[in-house]
């Protein structure tokens, strides 16, 4: 969960970035890197796809930071960056098909770990791929990120209550799919809000 | 929200570390010209506004030092002899102040007046 804090070291940090400080730039990119992958690759469903939809979006939000209001939080910002650059990947992927790159290519310290984390993964990507688009990203952020409906429904562009109804609606499914592990249909972070 | 309240299946999705330096490396490989372009241009912008700024401050500069010798030459001349040292100098020692304006007391101007008026007659 974001605190006040956290929100004005974020926007120092941007502050930086706009200067072309370096040393913050790496900070934001660590912040985000992990649920950004997470977004790519349960939008696009593809390990490699989802590598470049990171690398895209963290680079157009460079390009474009000047465009962030000042006192504007990075985040939402900077989904709705990512969103947008998955979409366009998937339109130009669209055109060409290709193998997928297994996830976990690279390899870990335990091959039947690695395996395991492997089907796991692959289960997921796949009940993620029953989602609805807009169930699936809001599920995600919520999860995720941590975002409250309230800036879901900004970084999507709809309503909050339809943000409560798509992650509704996508816990059931990946109950359904994946077991409990989906999380409870109902209630989650906001609760404590 | 804290990594282990997150569900499992999200857990399941992240990336393992060979995959997050190979992607951290490839955008701050990306990166980094950018944002050598962008302290470049905050650099430029510094010393364009510096550029554009001198000669303005010269001429700031030059109307104050202007207003201030203008203000020096115009000086009012019943300050200057209101002043202890000027009223001093300008009392010769022969007609030095009557024992009434001992150096302890304040002078009162109207009395230095009328006694230098005095000592140069009429």
Redesign the interface.
Known sequence: ?RTSASLAEEQTLVQA??????VA??VL??RY??SA??TA??VLRN?HDA?DA??GA??RA??RIDQLKPGSPFGPWFYRVLRSTCLNLRRREALRSHDDIP??A???RDPEQDLQ?EL??ER??G?LGELPEMQRLAV?LY????YSHQEIAEILGIAVGTSRAHVHHARRT?RRL?GP???PEDGG?ESME | ?SND??????R?????D???R???G???G???P?????????LDAVAEWATILSPVAAAVTLIFAGLALRQAGSADPAESLASAPAVEDLVRPENALPSAFGRDSVPDLDAVLTVIYESEGP
């Not at chain 1, 970035?17 to 370096?22: A, H, L, P, S, T």
């Not at chain 1, 999860?143 to 941590?146: F, H, Q, S, T």
């Not at chain 2, 950018?34 to 905050?42: E, T």
């Open positions: 969960m970035v706009q200067e072309g400080d370096e730039f790496g990119v660590d890197l992990d992958y997470v690759l349960s390990a590598e990171v690398q963290f680079i460079l390009e996830v976990s690279a390899g870990g984390r796991t993964r997921v990507i009940a995600t999860d995720l990120e941590g990946l994946i592990s989906a999380g972070h | 929200m309240r997150r569900p499992i299946w999200l399941a999705l992240h990336p393992d060979v995959t997050r190979r992607v951290r490839a955008i701050l990306e990166a980094l950018l944002l050598a372009a962008r302290r470049d241009s905050w």
